[in-house]
């Protein structure tokens, strides 16, 4: 199935797009559904049940903020982030279903976690239930976030017409790295061109696509920008102090005093890093690249590439950030459609090792690099992060997730670097590497994906 890359690289609000981004839109489905089958008037209750991975860690992730702002109506494009929107709820104990209609709501009771149980689609899942006044159930359904801030609804899950209706318009449909190679060999055209084709099918307006390219890389540099100028202690208990603005000041002093470090460049990629990675964790604006948990990763190295590995003031580079987000969404693809990005199902290999893949795949488009050596970065990008897995401490997206943000923009970097002196040719292709990423998830026990009952979270003293 081909995956838009205004789905790949989606806003969102943090702190993770499978339990906070993808929740949030759930809710708002259920209800907007609900309205086309009966008349809000007739709905008195609405429970909301968080199964498996969002129950564990709902409260550390958002979870629970995320559907009580989707049942309001509320998106990430929309929303004001300074809104107190859950203390009115809180305190009021009423809640405005799509800002329509009010009925009696309180968080403690009609959002219930069910720890215990994981439903048979996916570790993500939630059911939605509204009553009338008699207690009657007037509409379930169920949904699953499947990663990415990606959605499903149960009848989505098994019904394989929508995904072959959306194949049919699209004029360069791949299933692997193989057949994209392939597939622009024979066409003569780079991937970002590829893609570029395949979103013009589905919007068939160049300039709309360009505007919206260009949205993403505004919200993209937005949330470096926020990261860095905002100070203080991130929420959730742990009392994490934001390290952005620490570190920017300390660049700052050793700049102004002409201070001779080759490794600068290191320390501006950690900060761009870190300044996305605690905006995400304080549930601020960014972009699902290709998750919440792993968003640090492709700004940070877009940002490196504008500053410091542009080929030339003749280089078009707003064209260059483009294919680069356009290539990386294609990796992307493939991850999606052969592996994962949840860290729910595979570890945060799925996130940051796929955001990892991505970054080195376009920064080597960016910078000129053949469809080859664009594969060969992607693949060097996930060998080196196999088996990494997915252990926050106390559920909340900071520890490890903020410094592996750092890790993974640095490792994406160096990974364009030795593909680059290549002519593509390897070993390994990224196909091999993204099928053994997904049975290396496979294997991995369920208390290191997401679910914060192993590794970090259950050996850090006071977590």
């Not at 992607?378 to 926050?392: Q, R, S, V």
């Amino acid at each position: 199935m081909y995956i838009s890359v205004f789905d790949i690289f989606s806003v969102g609000v943090g702190p993770s797009s499978s339990h906070t981004v993808g929740p949030m839109m759930a809710a708002r489905r259920y209800l907007l559904k609900l309205k086309e089958k009966c008349s809000f008037d007739k709905v008195a209750k609405v429970d909301v049940f968080l199964y498996g991975s969002l129950g564990l860690t709902g409260e550390g992730h958002g979870t629970i903020r995320a559907v009580v702002l989707g049942l309001m109506g509320v998106t990430a494009e929309n929303m004001d982030i300074n809104e107190p929107y859950i203390m009115a709820v809180e305190r009021d104990k009423k809640i405005s279903l799509l800002s329509e209609h009010v009925i009696d709501f309180n968080i403690e009771e009609n959002v219930i976690l069910v720890k215990e149980t994981f439903l048979k689609e996916h570790a993500n899942g939630m059911i939605l239930k509204s009553y009338n006044e008699k207690g009657e159930v007037l509409f379930e359904d169920s949904y699953f976030s499947i990663g990415g801030g990606f959605v499903l609804s149960k009848e989505e899950f098994y019904n394989s017409k929508i995904i072959d209706n959306i194949d049919k318009k699209i004029p360069y449909s791949f299933k692997s790295a193989e057949e994209l190679l392939e597939i622009v060999d024979e066409n003569n055209m780079s991937i970002a061109e590829l893609v570029l084709q395949n979103e013009l099918a589905i919007s068939n307006d160049i300039d709309e696509i360009y505007d919206r390219l260009d949205y993403v890389k505004s919200i993209l540099d937005e949330s470096i920008d926020e990261g860095i100028k905002k100070e203080g202690i991130l929420p959730g208990g742990l009392d994490i102090e934001r390290r952005a603005p620490v570190i920017y000041k300390e660049i700052k002093r050793r700049f102004e005093d002409n201070y001779n470090d080759p490794l600068l460049i290191v320390d501006w990629v950690n900060l761009w890093s870190f300044a996305v990675a605690e905006e995400n964790a304080a549930g601020g604006r960014v972009v699902t690249a290709p998750t919440n948990g792993s968003a640090g990763v492709i700004p940070s190295v877009i940002r490196y590439f504008e500053k410091y590995a542009v080929k030339s003031n003749m280089m078009d580079i707003e064209k260059a950030i483009r294919d680069f987000i356009l290539t990386a969404s294609a990796i992307a693809n493939l991850y999606k459609n052969n592996a994962s990005i949840a860290g729910a199902e595979v570890g945060c290999q799925g996130e940051i090792g796929v955001a990892c893949s991505m970054a080195a795949g376009g920064l080597v488009a960016a910078m000129g690099g053949s469809p080859f050596q664009i594969e060969n970065a992607a693949e060097i990008a996930m060998e080196h992060n196999l088996g990494l897995t997915c252990d926050p401490i106390k559920g909340l997206v900071q520890i490890p997730c903020i410094e592996r943000n750092a890790f993974g923009s640095l490792k994406a970097i160096n990974a364009a670097r030795i593909a680059l002196k290549s002519d593509g040719k390897h070993f390994v292709s990224l196909d091999k590497v993204i099928k053994t990423m997904y049975q290396t998830g496979k294997d991995m026990k369920s208390t290191y994906k997401e679910t914060s009952l192993g590794g970090l979270a259950v050996n850090v003293v006071d977590c």
